[in-house]
């Protein structure tokens, strides 16, 4: 796997994961050249940032997007494809504004999903979308969670799908006595997330949006119209969006501290046979635990197993990225041993101290939306949504998140990884109180 980026100016391609060998079609976006003007120019060629220039191409504007490598090169192309309801920080962010807002909280959490479905629909984006993800508890204590988020979709009335499992349906379903429960969800999912966002990009250019790749953005001009400026070219434009995540490096002043940057890592077998399928998961649902550092799987298309998980904090990675997960999957899965390893990668993404993501303007134009602590998928999208509302003039679920408070590490990029770790566990901590 290849390192990540480790400044503004360093141009990569894609990392050796299993979906960037199984792309639907490579990205060649010309970079930037010379100067050029744009209602919006949006930083960042991730979920946030294409879903977001989508979305504001829909709606008439005039997008370009500046990526500093390829389309879906971070956390977007190579994360666990796992389409998962919900924005982390939705329960603070009622307990701030109170009940009124409950039911639009409520609809908010999946409106991601429907986003996606909408588009793989409309614009006939190939991404192995499939329905059906299954939450699991390895300790009892956690039992109370399903049952709570099964009571509430039966009181909403939830159209679609869903299951609540003992401990022996858990056992039939997922062939493994790890876990004493389960929840899965059929409007919940998984898919091929790297195709889904160069899907999400060949749309919007035909949409009229200019992508320029390989073209690292060295920092912006504030003003009436906002310049974004790389080593080789300006984009001038009414308004900015910066969507880079766990990756980005401008406006340090206003957003250092705010996010983390949490390594994650997967590792892909060979394609399993129909049978052993059939007894580890023959409803082809994605997986996650409940634990606070979770483990995480589901099929690949091609009836591989993905399986990743063991964040780290401490920016790291490890040496040996199979050594490391591999374990953890024979863990949950003895019957895998001896299955060969295909794949191996990871990246990082973006952690916030209160799981809230951070989002806000500065200067009044240059808008921010990042920091999802590993709810992406659904979450960016919902996201490029409101910044888009924002930026036409319609504020009020953009300012739920960003008038919220906001915890920061000062001096983090001073002290080093050891700081950002403890604060982490500190928060943590504070969280299973």
């Known amino acids: 796997m290849k390192k990540p980026m480790k400044a503004a100016h360093q141009e990569q391609e894609h990392t050796g994961s299993y979906y960037a060998a199984t792309v639907n079609e490579a990205t060649d976006y010309p970079p930037l050249q010379g100067d050029c003007s744009a209602d919006v120019c949006v930083v960042g060629a991730g979920f946030t940032g294409i879903a977001t220039a989508l979305t504001l191409a829909e709606r008439g504007y005039a997008v370009a997007v500046v990526e500093a490598n390829r389309v879906g090169w971070g956390a977007s192309g190579r994360n666990g494809g796992q389409l998962i309801s919900g924005i982390n920080g939705l329960a603070k962010i009622k307990k701030k504004y109170g009940e009124g807002i409950a039911d639009l909280l409520w609809r908010l959490k999946w409106r991601g999903h429907d986003i996606i479905h909408e588009r793989v629909a409309q614009y006939a984006i190939a991404c192995d979308l499939k329905g059906g993800f299954a939450e699991v508890a390895v300790k009892p204590r956690q039992l109370a969670y399903l049952e709570e988020t099964a009571a509430e979709m039966e009181r909403r009335q939830f159209p679609h799908q869903y299951e609540v499992w ?41 949409q009229g949006v200019r992508i320029f790749e390989q073209s690292p953005v060295t920092g912006i001009e504030h003003g009436a119209r906002p310049k974004v400026k790389t080593a080789t070219g300006r984009v001038q434009a009414d308004a900015v969006v910066l969507a880079g995540n766990a990756y980005h490096r401008l406006e340090a002043k206003h957003l250092n501290g705010l996010v983390f940057p949490a390594g994650s890592y997967i590792i892909g077998t060979e394609p399993l046979a129909a049978a052993l399928v059939n007894e580890i998961n023959p409803l082809d649902v994605a997986v996650c635990d409940l ?121 983090s990029q001073w002290m080093g990884n050891s700081i950002i770790v403890l604060a982490l566990l500190y928060y943590r901590l504070r969280d299973m109180l």
């Open 166 to 206: 003992d401990r022996e349906q858990t056992r039939a379903m997922l062939g493994t006595d790890a876990y004493v429960g389960g929840l899965v969800c059929f409007r919940d999912g998984h898919l091929h997330p790297l195709n889904l966002c160069i899907g999400e990009a060949r749309a919007a250019q035909a």
């Open 291 to 411: 634990n606070k550092i979770v483990d995480y799987y589901r099929l690949s298309a091609d009836k591989r197993l993905l399986f990743g998980g063991t964040c780290k904090y401490s920016g790291r990675h490890p040496a040996d990225i199979k050594r490391y997960i591999l374990p953890k999957m024979l863990k949950i899965y003895p019957q895998l041993q001896g299955v060969r390893i295909d794949y191996e990668w990871g990246g990082k993404y973006g952690i916030v101290l209160n799981r809230i993501p951070a989002v806000g303007r500065i200067n009044g134009n240059v808008y921010y939306s990042q920091g999802y602590s590993g709810h992406g998928v659904n979450a960016t999208h919902i996201m490029g949504e409101l910044l888009a509302d924002a930026i036409g003039g319609t504020l009020e679920k953009f300012d739920l998140f960003a008038n919220m408070k906001r915890l920061r590490i000062p001096g």
